[in-house]
């Protein structure tokens, strides 16, 4: 991990109403009305982070904005969180001392969770022009981006054409999708800053930390709740409890169930809950239907690896696998820039990496499309198959019902799709 200076969090004293997010009906997850930030420099007087946290049923994770300051003044903000009283109170202090925001840039089209906080962050500095990836969508109703609260008379699609963009001096960018999923399409923009060679992805690469990041530990509960063995456990707050915790909350957010993760019987999951300490709503009532075998944390490691570049396996199993060489060629052009440093949405940040290491996040996709056993490009960190059962199941049934396009799969050097 590269760049990595202090955080600037919240004061525990500061009032509630500065962390209040009055519009989390729009998209329900955790933690609702209440969201906290914490900042962090990540290049002395270049590049900052500001984090929040999601998540349902308590499986939460870190979202991220980055803001870069330009060097004709003002600054860019990459995938805007939610603009509460704290977080443009640490946005403005980077305001007055480098120059207004002149850019937002909105880099995904198939993430809600990004895209729901760009219109209101957008109102709140009038003077900064919008630019958004293009090929963007809604669901259930496909409504134009005004319907959706962004400003209409500033807001534009990325240009195809980097250099047509107005920060193109400082950044370059390349454009993944939109892919077609048939339900929806997935797309990204990944932004090279050059004069710190930092490369700000979305959601195509991640690092997942053994420990807890800092934004969860402002609020252990989820941790703590993923962490208890049985519904009438006690939750103890530790580091190692908190630790248990984010480890069991990542294999429930990038498997969603892993080999080690089994379901018991609700008629044992009600009985445990009338026996739980604690029977509030904060809890679920005691509800707990998870039993995890022992050797679970192998799991986690092998998931996790030794904190190397990921795709996530939702991402490798239901998405990037229908357009691989597409995907490829997009791994191709971003890994011709000169990369010391990435910084993802989600997970760990910022890290220090290589075109290299961008290279063989993907090398799944290259073994996907070899056909030439004697020549098979060999992915250097698999991922268990047994702990991809659940998403291959739910790529057959996508598959099966044509709900989504088939999943690549070579069969001679001449066939294929993009």
């Known amino acids: 991990m590269a760049g990595n200076s202090a955080l600037s969090p919240a004061s525990s004293s500061q009032p509630q109403q500065d962390w209040s997010w009055p519009f989390w009906y729009l998209v329900p997850i955790y933690p609702y009305g209440q969201k906290r930030t914490l900042r962090q420099e990540v290049v002395p007087d270049w590049i900052w982070t500001f984090e929040q946290l999601q998540g349902i049923f308590y499986v939460v994770v870190p979202i991220r904005m980055t803001v870069v300051r330009l060097e004709d003044g003002g600054l860019l903000v990459y995938a805007p969180v939610a603009p509460t009283l704290e977080c443009r109170r640490l946005l403005q202090e980077l305001i007055d001392r480098y120059g207004k925001i002149k850019y937002i840039i909105l880099p995904t089209i198939s993430g809600l969770e ?27 109703l496909n409504l134009p981006l005004a319907w959706l609260g962004f400003p209409s008379r500033r807001t534009q699609t990325l240009p195809a054409d980097p250099s047509q963009a107005p920060f193109f001096a400082e950044f370059d960018y390349r454009i993944l999708g939109p892919l077609d999923l048939r339900l929806g399409q997935f797309g990204e923009v990944a932004f090279f800053h050059r004069p710190t060679q930092t490369l700000l992805v979305t959601d195509s690469l ?8 800092a934004i969860l530990q402002l609020d252990p509960y989820p941790l703590l709740f993923h962490a208890k063995d049985t519904g009438p456990a006690t939750i103890t707050d530790t580091p190692s409890q908190r630790q ?11 498997y969603f169930q892993a080999s080690t993760l089994q379901i018991p019987h609700w008629g044992q ?16 009532f005691g509800l707990y239907p998870f039993q995890w075998k022992t050797h679970w944390p192998e799991t986690f490691q092998r998931l996790r690896g030794e904190g190397q570049l990921r795709v996530a396996p939702i991402l490798r199993e239901l998405i990037l696998n229908r357009y691989p060489q597409t995907t490829l060629a997009w791994v191709e052009q971003i890994s011709q820039w000169p990369v010391e440093r990435l910084i993802p949405c989600h997970f760990a940040a910022p890290l ?25 490009v060999q ?22 019902y044509r709900i989504t396009p088939d999943p690549y799969r070579a069969s001679s050097p001449t066939l294929g799709k993009t």
């Open 269 to 284: 999951v009600f009985q445990e809950a009338g026996q739980a300490p604690e029977r509030r709503a904060k809890n679920y």
């Open 379 to 400: 992915d250097p960190w698999p991922l268990p198959e047994e702990d991809l059962q659940t998403l291959r199941r739910i790529d057959h049934w996508l598959t099966r």
């Open 244 to 254: 248990k915790g984010w480890q069991r909350i990542c294999l429930f957010a990038l």
């Open 114 to 140: 990004h895209k729901v906080f760009v219109g209101p962050f957008a109102r709140h500095f009038p003077q900064a022009l919008v630019y958004t990836a293009p090929g963007q969508w809604s669901f259930p």
């Open 206 to 213: 991640i690092s997942i930390p053994e420990d807890p990041p």
């Open 352 to 376: 220090a990496v290589t075109p290299t290491d961008i290279r063989q996040a993907f090398a799944f996709l290259e073994q996907q499309l070899s056909v030439d056993k004697q020549r098979l």
